[in-house]
């Protein structure tokens, strides 16, 4: 690369390199509009046939799923006629020979509005242990119990957990009540109706049929490492 030293040149030819790089720059912005005016465009012409091709997949599969609950609406009503299930089983897996489907029902943990006040006092009475750092690694134990999740749920099982250190440990207090209005409020939510599906391959072992977007696998040949982040 040949450097110039713009001293050595008079002032029409450093105006003339001025004016270049000035036509440069304004060429290099030019082609950035362009390129993402072709970006813009090469999106409106690929997503609305790829939305199509998705949501003919999700109208597929959500077919496929009521068929499969009707298919074995006979099935499970007998089953329950029969043997009977617990009134809280959320799932039943039927198998035949080397298949196998599984289909319910999945919840995710709920609390009613007055669950807050018995968190308060669960904390009311936590603060009043905190004495010492022994102490106060248990209280931050005990806390993390009544952590809410991403959903602002608490988690029944947590909630659990700190109800037997209660009724074995502070039996009586406020901790103890608090942590039973809590259990009070309780008020799980149906979160989905699912179907998955097993099978045995031809050297025994047990695979799952893919059932989402997600969990299928692309075909053989099909090259996405253009993707993937390149090691320098």
Same mark, same amino acid.
């Given at each position: !690369?040949?450097?110039?030293?713009? *001293?050595?040149?008079?002032?029409?030819?450093?105006?003339?390199?001025?004016?270049?790089?000035?036509?440069?720059?304004?060429?290099?912005?030019? =082609?950035?509009?362009?390129?993402?005016?072709?970006?813009?465009?090469?999106?409106?012409?690929?997503?609305?046939?790829?939305?199509?091709?998705?949501?003919?997949?999700?109208?597929?599969?959500?077919?496929?799923?009521? =068929?499969? +609950?009707?298919?074995?609406?006979?099935?499970? =009503? !007998?089953?329950?006629? *029969?043997?009977?299930?617990?009134?809280?089983?959320?799932? $039943?897996?039927? *198998?035949?020979?080397?298949?196998?489907?599984?289909?319910?029902?999945?919840?995710?943990?709920?609390?009613?509005?007055?669950?807050?006040?018995?968190?308060?006092?669960? $904390?009311? +009475?936590?603060? *009043?242990?905190?004495?010492?750092?022994?102490?106060?690694?248990?209280?931050?134990?005990?806390?993390?119990?009544?952590?809410?999740?991403?959903?602002?749920?608490?988690?029944?099982?947590?909630?659990?957990?700190?109800?037997?250190?209660?009724? &074995?440990?502070?039996?009586?207090?406020? %901790?103890?009540?608090?942590?039973?209005?809590?259990?009070?409020?309780?008020?799980?939510?149906?979160? &989905?109706? %699912?179907?998955?599906?097993?099978?045995?391959?031809?050297?025994?072992?047990?695979?799952?049929?893919?059932?989402?977007?997600?969990?299928?696998?692309?075909?053989?040949?099909?090259?996405?490492? +253009?993707?993937?982040?390149?090691?320098?």
């Amino acid at each position: !690369m040949t450097t110039i030293d713009i *001293t050595l040149l008079s002032p029409e030819d450093r105006k003339k390199l001025v004016d270049q790089a000035k036509e440069i720059e304004k060429q290099d912005k030019q =082609k950035r509009i362009d390129d993402l005016k072709a970006l813009d465009e090469l999106a409106a012409e690929s997503l609305p046939t790829s939305m199509a091709i998705l949501r003919k997949a999700s109208e597929a599969l959500e077919e496929a799923k009521a =068929k499969v +609950f009707q298919e074995f609406e006979a099935y499970l =009503k !007998m089953k329950i006629a *029969t043997i009977g299930v617990k009134n809280n089983q959320q799932s $039943h897996t039927i *198998t035949v020979a080397k298949e196998s489907i599984k289909l319910g029902y999945r919840i995710t943990d709920g609390y009613g509005e007055n669950a807050s006040y018995g968190i308060a006092m669960v $904390h009311r +009475f936590l603060q *009043t242990l905190a004495k010492d750092d022994n102490s106060n690694k248990l209280l931050g134990s005990l806390l993390r119990l009544l952590q809410k999740n991403g959903k602002g749920d608490l988690d029944s099982k947590k909630v659990l957990e700190l109800k037997q250190i209660a009724d &074995k440990d502070y039996p009586g207090t406020e %901790f103890q009540k608090g942590v039973e209005l809590i259990q009070e409020e309780y008020s799980p939510k149906l979160s &989905k109706w %699912f179907i998955e599906a097993y099978y045995i391959d031809e050297i025994g072992v047990e695979r799952s049929l893919p059932l989402s977007m997600t969990s299928v696998d692309l075909p053989k040949g099909t090259d996405l490492t +253009f993707l993937l982040p390149k090691n320098n």
